[in-house]
């Protein structure tokens, strides 16, 4: 089974130490999120465990053949149009011109993009439009890891929705392995299997770990909000984010 392990990791930018003594691991089909509060070091650990940046100290064990990444701004290369952004991914991977034409059409319009939007480039597409091509372009590889970094944040609420009932889908049916970065608590007992509370204080460090054995597709309103109300009155959730009332 494939697996991402993290092991004793530290990482210092300059002097300033972000993140102390990092240990968990992710199985293949579980969504792990680590949430946290702003400048805690959560992107930064994410991008240690993409490979994204040098490793310093502690050990990461990646198994997982293929991998893909949405970050909270959508990141598309400016002089590619629509299909051609989503498709990039599998040229790398050496799909030819046709089949990625076709794939990527195929998860653009699950992705509610419309035929006339597939030849429009970056800057003529509105916000929620990009992001919807962002999530495409990471999906259309499938990807056995997907890694998330505060991907809903700047979405209206129904999109929110809506591109979470995609990863919905695919956790439902346990075809992807999920990183996930977020500060919404909420968003994080909708779709986690395991939540890593990362404390900023005085150093990055996981302090608490939660755990829901009831399957995503079987969370109701009813079960987010009750968990969600449960998690903030943990001690350790109110210090970190500090939510005490003063
Ligand atoms: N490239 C960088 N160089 C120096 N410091 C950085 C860099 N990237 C992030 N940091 C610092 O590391 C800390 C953690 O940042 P980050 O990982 O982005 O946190 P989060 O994603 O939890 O908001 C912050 O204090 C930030 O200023
Ligand atoms: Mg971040």
């Known amino acids: 089974m494939a697996r991402l392990k993290v092991e004793n990791l530290s990482f210092s930018f300059g ?3 972000i993140l102390e003594e990092m240990d968990f691991e992710i199985n293949e089909g579980e969504v792990v999120s680590i949430v ?10 994410l991008r240690l465990c993409a490979g994204l940046l040098d490793r310093q100290d502690g050990k990461i064990e990646n198994s997982f053949t293929t991998q893909s990444i949405a970050f909270q701004d959508p990141r598309l290369l400016p002089w590619k149009n629509v299909i051609d952004n989503i498709a990039f991914g599998l040229k ?25 939007d597939f030849d429009k480039f970056p800057k003529e597409l509105s916000g929620g439009m990009s992001q919807r091509v962002s999530f495409a372009r990471a999906l259309v590889t499938k990807p056995k890891l997907l890694f998330l970094d505060e991907p809903f ?15 919905m ?27 890593l509370l990362l404390s900023p ?25 009750s968990q969600t109300a449960k998690i903030l009155s943990d001690r350790d959730i109110i210090e970190t984010f500090e939510l005490e009332f003063k």
């Open 15 to 17: 002097y300033d130490t």
């Open 36 to 45: 946290g509060p702003s400048g805690g070091g959560k992107t930064t650990l």
């Open 92 to 116: 790398a991977m050496g799909v030819s011109t046709e089949e990625r034409e076709k794939r990527a059409k195929e998860i653009a319009l699950k992705f509610d993009l419309e035929e006339s």
């Open 153 to 167: 944040s700047a979405l209206d609420i129904g999109l929110k929705r809506e591109l979470q009932n995609h990863i």
């Open 169 to 195: 889908e695919l956790i439902a049916k346990k075809e992807i392995t999920i990183f996930f970065i977020t500060h919404d608590i909420m968003e994080a007992i909708r779709l986690s299997d395991k939540i």
């Open 201 to 225: 204080d005085p150093v990055g460090k996981i302090v608490k770990e939660f755990t829901f054995d009831t399957p995503q597709p079987k969370r109701d309103n009813e079960y987010v909000y």
